[in-house]
């Protein structure tokens, strides 16, 4: 296998997606109905804990074998001929007979309420065994909730419970009760979607309001890899927040706080407030030359893109009286670094990178903006407390960041976009609402860094206009009239961006 | 004697043909039934991670597979469960055919993973797709291996700067980082 091999081929023909006959009025109705309730900032809730059903056979509840192994991490070992199931996670072990009420943990034997049964070929086991399993750190903890009739799994990095939250005049102090404060990191640290992780999941609930006074706007939770997550949206008046990970207590507290100081963290920049000056703007028509992008039904991606950027260019000449700089302006490649090379050096006040989707054998249709994480801030505090402690501080080193002593933080050069992390996605909103209310969504928005926008110094997106892999999305900008109003609604996009109202 | 020979022969072909089927449509890493004898070789519930129909996000499918012996053999047991797609609901994202060929494991949770040729050869999409199979990947990997933090992806032994030239590959990802 060489190099040639595994770069394989560059252009990549989709199958189309098979196309949903209705009739065009009741799909735009629809459409508006699923647009309505679709909150496209935010990414979809993600998955609670792992639970497993519980049933009750002679009033007493049972498991499911085949679930408590899931729940267990265990792998499972039949012997047919005595009817004895294994479990083993680690090193501990679990054996079950059919039809016996007794069974062995590790070297304990246990006396359950009620025989193991075997039904419809998987064992089932009386829901006592759940308390009988040793507790300690190598075995997931398992929780019987009779109310759901569910056993809950509680992963080695425990629960976090209900926010308790306190207001001073200056201060406002937020504090979860977790078994693993060590694992609370910031993930983003933007004003608007202040972000912040947990290796445990959330056991508590969030308070219904929050005090007026306070400097926290609202905090909900998000989606999370495992553990669990908050975004909070934060008073303008926030100077600096400090993450304290209270170990011994088993507490993580998030304090906010009006006045700066030398304990406090900054925020991501956000540049100035009132109307943006926007004299450069760089368009980026993605692909180009030997690939050509998604490829389907004979369109290709490289030359809508280039179409686009065409389109484009003299709506924002006339909305922003800007210089609009193309990267290419006919069909050839041009690698990345060749891409922020020319944004860099016309000095591009903006940029947008002009894409357009495919996934195959999905309903997936409309529009999705890429914009770089709010990871970055200009100044952190001293040695521990710097990037929200350990933690994060091996996060941010992991990703190539380099966390000196004193108020320096050093980005590594392709990570440059996450300096205008703010206004990127301020730009990514503006823009997508526009296309949402010009009927060209639904539209869904990722905060990642993306290819082309590596080493861009400028605010920046990467935008997938529509799909092509959706019938309805291709036979819309592949005529010159549908690709002229998706210029437009880009073109008001970034003028309301420009205006930063 | 000689149709004797001929016979048994051809009863010898026959069962050796039979036996072949037998075993040939059973995929490798599938559920055993409780009920059939696994005391040598054990059965593990693992939770794989596919592509949401509407390109939104990862739905997550718990399977079960035959535990591997070592972590290598775990790692290509999940890629080849991704490979064959999803049973209920979701899309496979994961480009047709990829394989692992090697995988490292650092003392500091970062996993470099050697997919086949295939992994970029047999990309089709735009940036949702290219998105979807690598948060698939990284996300069943982390939720499997908790020893794992982090993955590096390579191609044929070669480092990626992108799969489809939306995401960077060429820095390891956080599997916490693909909810």
Request: hydrophobic letters at 40%.
């Given at each position: ?71 267990m991490?265990a ?12 479990l083993?996670s680690g090193a501990h072990s679990v ?10 943990v590790d070297d304990l034997?246990v ?18 065994l759940v308390d009988t399993l040793p507790s300690d750190s190598a075995l997931a903890r398992l ?359 | ?179």
């Open positions: 296998m060489n190099e040639e091999d595994c770069k394989g081929g560059r252009s990549r023909d989709v199958p189309e997606t098979p196309r949903l006959r209705i009739p065009r009025a009741v799909g735009l109705a629809l459409v508006a109905l699923l647009g309505l309730g679709a909150d496209w900032r935010t990414p979809p809730p993600g998955e609670g804990p792992e639970t497993a059903p519980v049933r009750r056979l002679d009033g007493t509840p049972y498991l499911g074998v085949n679930d408590l192994a899931r729940l991490d792998t499972k070992f039949w012997r047919a001929d005595v009817r004895k199931l294994v083993r054996a079950l007979t059919a039809d016996n009420p007794f069974v062995i034997t006396w359950l309420p009620a025989p193991v049964r075997s039904m419809g070929g998987e064992l089932q086991v009386p829901v006592a929780i019987f909730d009779p109310r759901r009739d569910q056993v809950v799994v509680l992963p080695a990095s425990g629960g976090v419970g209900s926010p308790r939250l306190s207001t001073t005049r200056e201060r406002t102090r937020v504090s979860f009760p977790a078994d693993r404060p060590e694992e609370a990191v910031v993930v983003a640290r933007s004003r608007a979607h202040f972000r912040l992780r947990f290796g445990g999941i959330f056991l508590g609930v969030l308070p219904d309001s929050l005090p007026a006074a306070g400097l926290l706007r609202s905090i909900r939770p998000i989606a999370a890899a495992g553990g669990c997550a908050f975004e909070y949206a934060i008073d303008p008046a926030a100077a600096g927040f400090r993450l304290i990970q209270d170990v011994a207590g088993r507490g993580v507290v998030l304090e906010l706080s009006r006045l700066p100081g030398e304990d406090l963290e900054d925020f991501a920049p956000e540049g100035p407030a009132g109307p943006r000056s926007i004299r450069v703007v760089v368009l980026d028509p993605g692909h180009g030359g030997s690939d050509a992008g998604v490829v389907v039904g004979g369109v290709a991606e490289k030359n809508l893109a280039l179409a686009l950027a065409q389109r484009l260019r003299p709506e924002l000449e006339r909305r922003l009286a800007a210089r609009v700089v193309l990267t290419r302006g006919d069909d050839r490649e041009v690698s990345a670094e060749k891409r922020a090379e020319v944004a860099n050096r016309v000095r591009a006040d903006l940029v947008l990178a002009l894409h357009f989707d495919g996934f195959a054998e999905s309903r997936a249709h409309g529009a999705t903006a890429y914009c770089p994480p709010a990871t970055f801030a200009e100044a952190g505090s001293s040695e521990g407390s710097a990037f929200g402690g350990d933690g994060e501080r091996a996060s941010r080193e992991a990703r190539g960041g380099f966390v000196g002593p004193g108020r320096l933080a050093v980005l590594p050069w392709r990570d440059v976009g996450s300096r205008y992390a703010v206004q990127s996605r301020a730009l990514a909103e503006a823009v997508l609402s526009t296309l949402e209310l010009r009927g060209q969504g639904p539209t869904r928005l990722r905060e990642r860094l993306p290819y082309d926008l590596l080493g861009v110094n400028a605010p920046g997106i990467l935008l997938e206009c529509a799909t092509l892999t959706a019938g309805e999305d291709r036979e819309r900008v592949t005529q010159a009239e549908g690709l002229r109003q998706l210029a437009v609604a880009i073109a008001d996009g970034v003028a309301a961006y420009r205006r930063n109202e | 004697m000689k149709r004797v020979w001929i016979g048994g022969l051809t009863a010898a072909v026959l069962a050796s043909a039979l036996w072949y089927w037998a075993g040939r449509d059973r995929p490798a890493g599938s559920l055993a039934p409780v009920g059939a004898d696994s005391a040598s070789t054990g059965v593990r519930a693992v939770r794989l991670y596919f592509g949401a129909a509407n390109g939104d996000s990862l739905v997550g499918e718990p399977r079960e597979m035959l535990e591997a012996p070592s972590l290598h053999d775990r790692v290509v047991g999940l890629v080849a469960e991704l490979d064959r797609g999803p049973r209920r609901r979701g899309v496979a994202v994961l480009p047709a055919g990829t394989s692992v060929l090697h995988v490292y494991l650092d003392d500091r949770g970062l996993m470099t993973l050697d997919l086949s040729g295939a992994f970029r050869r047999g990309f089709r999409g735009g940036s949702t797709a290219e998105y979807l199979a690598v948060a698939s990947l990284v996300r069943s990997l982390g939720a499997n291996l908790p020893e794992v933090k982090r993955v590096l992806i390579v191609c044929a032994g070669w480092p990626i700067a992108t799969l489809g030239g939306h995401l960077p590959l060429d820095q390891p990802l956080d599997v916490s980082d693909w909810p």
